[in-house]
């Protein structure tokens, strides 16, 4: 069974410029959720994609945009990027099941700098 | 709105220590419950979970019990080693179609032998 798998691993961005960030999620897993995890802090919840639409948002601008594709990976987009988007960002793939208890795994990070 | 509050770090301990770590949560109904790890460089392994009040969970020798009194699910073990040294991150799913994760500030553990 294949994890959950993100790319690129780090990447360095100048202010202003967009960025693509992509992540596969585990096999038959058909819901990615997408975090940002500032340094020392918890990861905060950006969206989250279920079969190719979008199906909730957290707290973050529409410059922060998503994909999902027919085989459930999905890809991150962000526009005009500030310093304060410097952060890890995380996918998590999940199955939802009728009880709720979405156990979401997650994939190691894109490391986005911002200068 | 939901939020989560675990004990703030680090937390130093010897090897074969007894290690506890707080997390107390706000949520309306009943949400699930997770422990989460981050090891150095590397992304969040999910630990152990609860999904009902007294629900124990437990994996790797760590152990949580969902205390909907005292609306808590505090991390123990009872002998840490070096390799748990890491950050440990208190979540919970809200009760939204999402289930997206609510999580604590994390809590950083260094194990000294």
């Known amino acids: 069974e294949t994890g959950v798998t993100q790319s690129p691993t780090h990447l360095i961005k100048t202010r202003g410029q967009q960025v693509t960030l992509r992540c596969s999620s585990q096999?038959?897993?058909?819901?990615v959720s997408w975090y940002q995890q500032a340094l020392g802090q918890g990861p905060q919840f950006i969206f989250q994609?279920?079969?190719?639409?979008?199906?909730g948002r957290g707290n973050f601008p529409p410059r922060f945009s998503g994909l999902q594709f027919p085989n459930y990976s999905s890809e991150l987009n962000v526009n005009a990027l500030e310093l304060d988007d410097s952060a890890l960002y995380l996918c998590?793939?999940?199955?939802?099941?009728?009880?709720?208890?979405?156990?979401?795994?997650f994939g190691p990070g894109t490391r986005l700098t911002v200068t | 709105g939901d939020s989560v509050t675990q004990m703030e770090g680090p937390v130093t301990l010897s090897e074969e220590a007894f290690l506890t770590i707080n997390c107390t949560y706000t949520a309306t109904g009943y949400p699930s419950l997770f422990w989460y790890v981050q090891y150095p460089g590397e992304g969040l392994q999910l630990l152990l979970k609860a999904t009902k009040a007294d629900d124990k969970g437990s994996n790797k020798g760590f152990e949580a019990t969902y205390r909907k009194e005292t609306t808590s699910f505090h991390l123990e073990k009872g002998s840490v080693q070096v390799s748990d040294s890491a950050v440990y991150f208190c979540a919970l799913s809200d009760q939204s179609n999402t289930g997206k994760l609510i999580f604590g500030q994390g809590t950083t553990l260094q194990v000294k032998p």
């Open positions: 994609y279920y079969r190719e639409e979008e199906n």
């Open positions: 998590a793939s999940s199955l939802p099941n009728s009880g709720r208890a979405y156990e979401q795994y």
């Open positions: 096999s038959g897993h058909n819901t």
